[in-house]
């Protein structure tokens, strides 16, 4: 199976810093990387699929990089509304696996 | 608009099984495969498995694998996820999801809105 690896595991960040989190896979899984937010109580939501696209609805603050193994997700300038967990996922083969997710704290 | 509307929640015995189901609407089903996510209290999003709603087909994450039975019923759009021999560890809210591929990457597009099941001793 494909591990996926986050970090940090959790940061705190004020409104409007830059924030950035890293993905790493155990082997190569091309550009077929997606990132999730999932609000605290709330159903996660697609943010970034294929590495670097962003979703339709998805506020322009947020992008994504990489391909092979090394991802990264950076919110430009941190809002309210993103005080949350972010999750990457594979889905270059089954089992479609998760990183640990990185909580974004009020600092 | 695409909606995964999944059933209610659940408490049930250690050693039972549960059948969580997830009626589709919105889109042609036997379009796009559904997975299945589960989240214990306070951890992260595990994914179980998937089932084509075409072909029936399935795949699972290594450590269901026997344990779990995914289906789906084309005639009402509905996907199910049996577990069986549950443990208190199996405590968590399971999510069925459509997903979406474009540009050849697959993507978990479209969330239920979650099955609670607590397993009790």
């Known amino acids: 199976d494909i591990q996926m690896t986050q970090s940090p595991s959790s940061l705190s960040a004020s409104v409007g810093d830059r924030v950035t989190i890293t993905c790493r896979a155990s082997?190569?899984?091309?550009?077929?990387l997606n990132w999730y937010q999932q609000e605290p109580g709330k159903v996660p939501k697609l943010l970034i699929y294929?590495?670097?696209s962003l979703e339709i609805g998805v506020p322009s603050r947020f992008s994504g990089s990489g391909s092979g193994t090394d991802f990264t997700l950076t919110i430009s300038s941190l809002q309210p509304q993103d005080f949350a967990t972010y999750y990457c996922?594979?889905?270059?083969?089954?089992?479609?696996?998760f990183g640990q997710g990185t909580k974004v704290e009020l600092k | 608009q695409v909606q995964m509307l999944q059933s209610g929640a659940e408490v049930k015995k250690s050693g039972a099984s549960v059948k969580v189901s997830c009626k589709a609407s919105?889109?042609?089903?036997?379009?796009?495969?559904i997975s299945w996510v589960r989240q214990a209290p306070g951890q992260g999003l595990e994914w179980m498995g998937w089932?084509?709603?075409?072909?029936?087909?399935?795949h699972f994450a290594q450590r269901f694998q026997g344990r779990v039975t995914l289906t789906r019923d084309t005639s009402t759009t509905t996907a199910y996820m049996e577990l069986r021999g549950l443990r208190s560890d199996d405590t968590a809210v399971y999510y069925c999801?459509?997903?979406?591929?474009?540009?050849?990457?697959?993507?978990?597009?479209?969330w239920g809105q979650g099955t609670p099941v607590t397993v009790s001793s």
């Open positions: 999801v459509r997903e979406a591929e474009i540009i050849g990457v697959v993507m978990m597009a479209y």
């Open positions: 919105g889109y042609t089903f036997i379009n796009y495969g």
């Open positions: 089932i084509s709603a075409y072909s029936g087909d399935t």
């Open positions: 082997q190569s899984v091309s550009s077929h």
């Open positions: 294929a590495a670097s």
């Open positions: 996922q594979q889905s270059y083969t089954a089992p479609r696996t």
